[in-house]
């Protein structure tokens, strides 16, 4: 914004001066005062006092709302899925552009020097959006060609863009730290390492040097709009403040190294402590445990068509085997992988290997959550992060889920669109939290409405996750004839503030013919799911922050409840005998090593019971199965041994970890009574738990 150099007013404009001001206390202020929003004597504290020049136009009037509601929740917009610093990742090479520099926007908004002078070199515009990959190379000031809604390729988050969305509403931006390795041996042009873990650190200070950037904009350290939180409280007293709440995620293929060749893992435990400690050092609260490509943690929710053959191939020259698929054992599914030809991609596989075909009736991963998986989502429960469901395969979400659901953990989190939807409810019931991808305003509406009875069952809001910077495409224009465009300027939703078409340089974007190019257009997005799927969806979408902080606050507050089970007598109606170097007694399944068991005879109606040592409230009960699992059963109490009340039965068990609760009953004698088995086996237990919480 414009200001008024000082020193130079001349003794008449003095006089005008304060002939206004007094006009001023009679009729209002006038333009150009201490109270209008625009004032160049006071610019706001939403107005830096040193913005580089020249830069982007933000193009919004009006005070960001400040404070809570009158229930004391925050208010605001979440996108939870973006990637702010991804052109350091992939080499360095792949998204071209910065989000910042401090020598200006025409260093930070400047194509990759090989897409000079006209694309020919453009290998990835060329895979991911046809063509001959030729563009105008030319960023600012002319941005002729990117960025826009379908070039993957291009920097969509410059920092005035990202302003100009926390002005229009947004309140919490979860910045996903991203790459991958194989992505980047592959690629052509690269300027730095490939090892993942090197440029996670690289982000994670690049956005903590875009804060400084920001801060010094508004002098000094702390004084700017964009603040990296590390605890939901802090988040909360940013929001207050009308700032926006950044939050560090990772999403990777191949965290701490956990990669797998030929299913032979290539980490251990000690990887993943080390891994982890590092990160939450970091600043990082939410992460994927895989990505795109099967790992030594968890099996990966397939991409389809072209992408997938690709991604398949990524896959093989990653881990030595391809994708591996089975026919599903319940209603969710992995994506269908298709079998759309890749020519680039599988070019890079020896001679004599091929892509496989799949059977279409098999649309499951055959890998889930591997025993080092497990201990990376026990880890990571165990540091209050939230862990993100979307990329796990159906058979690796469902056991991170029963994890969960054992401890009543809430922190989950899907964040675009890439976990089987009928999940949305055990996702809510866990106390997690989801947010849409960012699609065009039609699909985006009818999948919130298709889900608005659900987030009003369990009070929750909705967040979007744009994935800018994410290679995954955006919407496109819905045309200046659409019956009901985007008209210029708008409210925002708290009604503050006035946006009007965004210019940066010589470019003007609007909605309506050029879709959703950037990140400064996502408040116009916005207005354009409202004018589409109505007020509802969009208030759904302004409580989300204040769902993702729940979320992210009952995760912090989270305390692993005591098993009263643990390490208590036990008996059991039978005990498997044909393994006379293995025991499988009872104990057991108390002894606190999931590597041990108890297993009954190959017959129905097997019981299982533990001494809880004296009588207390149980309210829930956690069966961790082994493959000879119950298919009907029920969970039984009593105070004395001999009368039992049943507390909770099933007749649809799964195998797996199952997690039973139910309304806290005095018990000190708790018993799993067998009705029918799941297999030709027996009963078999990896461990018992019962908890009062």
């Known amino acids: 914004m414009t200001r008024t150099p000082s020193g130079r007013r001349r003794r008449p404009l003095a006089v005008l001066s304060l002939l206004l001001a007094a006009m001023a206390m009679v009729l209002g202020p006038a333009p150009g005062s201490a109270a209008d929003p625009g004032s160049a004597a006071d610019p706001g504290w939403w107005n830096p006092t040193a913005r580089p020049a020249p830069d982007s136009q933000i193009n919004v009037t009006g005070e960001p709302f400040k404070g809570t509601n009158d229930k004391g929740e925050v208010r605001g917009f979440v996108d939870a899925h973006v990637h702010l610093m991804s052109n350091e990742a992939f080499g360095g090479r792949l998204i071209c552009g910065k989000p910042f520099s401090d020598d200006g926007i025409a260093d930070a908004l400047k194509d990759c020097p090989e897409h000079y002078p006209d694309g020919t070199l453009a290998v990835f515009d060329f895979i991911t959006k046809g063509g001959d990959g030729k563009h105008d190379p030319d960023g600012w000031p002319t941005f002729k060609d990117w960025p826009a809604h379908d070039s993957l ?42 090892d993942e873990m090197t440029s996670i650190r690289l982000q994670a200070r690049k956005t903590y040097d875009m804060q400084a950037y920001v801060d010094r904009m508004y002098g000094g350290p702390g004084k700017g709009w964009f603040r990296i939180v590390t605890d939901s409280a802090q988040a909360r007293e940013v929001i207050a403040q009308g700032k926006l709440a950044v939050v560090l995620g990772v999403e990777t293929s191949e965290p701490f190294g956990c990669k797998q060749i030929l299913d032979i893992a290539q980490c251990g435990r000690d990887d993943i402590d080390r891994g982890l400690d590092e990160l939450y050092q970091l600043g990082v609260r939410s992460m994927f445990l895989c990505h795109k490509f099967d790992n030594a943690l968890c099996g990966v929710r397939f991409d389809s068509g072209a992408l997938g053959t690709a991604i398949n191939v990524g896959q093989f020259l990653s881990t030595g085997t391809f994708w591996k698929t089975e026919k599903c054992a319940g209603p969710q599914h992995d994506n269908p992988i298709g079998l759309g030809a890749a020519p680039a991609a599988e070019q890079k596989l020896p001679e004599g290997v091929a892509v496989p075909s799949y059977a279409a009736d098999a649309q499951c991963n055959t890998r889930g959550l591997t025993e080092l998986g497990e201990y990376a989502v026990r880890g990571m429960m165990k540091r209050k992060m939230m862990l993100e469901l979307d990329h796990m395969s159906v058979k690796a979400a469902g056991r991170a889920f029963d994890i969960m659901e054992s401890e009543s953990y809430p922190g989950a989190i899907s964040s675009h669109s890439w976990m089987d939807s009928s999940w949305t409810e055990r996702l809510y019931k866990l106390g997690g939290f989801a947010a849409q991808y960012m699609n065009g305003a039609e699909g985006f509406s009818a999948e919130a409405k298709a889900k608005d009875a659900l987030r009003d069952k369990y009070g929750v809001g909705y967040g979007y996750g744009t994935d800018m910077n994410g290679v995954g495409g955006w919407p496109g224009p819905r045309g200046a004839g659409t019956p009901n465009p985007v008209k210029y300027p708008f409210r925002s939703t708290d009604g503050g503030s006035v946006i009007d078409k965004v210019t940066t340089g010589q470019r003007t974007w609007d909605l309506n013919t050029d879709g959703a190019s950037h990140y400064g257009l996502v408040p116009d997005w916005i207005e354009d799911v409202r004018l589409v799927g109505g007020q509802d969806v969009v208030d759904d979408l302004f409580r989300g922050a204040e769902s993702y902080l729940t979320t992210w606050g009952a995760s912090e507050k989270h305390k692993a409840g005591v ?17 006379p170097f293995v025991s499988y007694a009872p104990g057991r399944a108390l002894d606190g090593d999931t590597g041990t068991r108890w297993a009954s005879e190959w017959s129905d109606g097997q019981w299982f019971q533990v ?10 009960v956690t069966l961790d199965w082994e493959r000879a699992y119950g298919r009907a059963y029920r969970i039984e109490l009593s105070t004395d041994g001999s009368n039992w009340t049943t507390v909770w039965s099933t007749s649809e068990g799964d195998g797996g970890l199952d997690t039973a609760r139910f309304a806290a009953t005095p018990a000190r004698y708790l018993r799993v009574q067998g009705v029918q088995r799941g297999t030709g086996w027996g009963y078999s237990l990896y461990e018992v738990g019962a908890y009062s919480a």
């Open 153 to 194: 390729t291009h920097e969509q988050t410059y920092y005035a863009w990202v302003e100009r969305a926390w002005r229009g509403g947004q309140r919490v931006l979860v910045n996903d730290l991203v790459t991958n390795g194989v992505i980047c041996s592959v690629y052509f042009f690269k300027d730095r390492s490939c």
């Open 563 to 579: 098993n009263l089970a643990a390490g208590r007598p036990a008996a059991a109606s039978s005990t498997e005998w044909w393994n």
């Open 611 to 620: 001494d809880l040592g004296s009588t207390g409230l149980v309210k829930r």
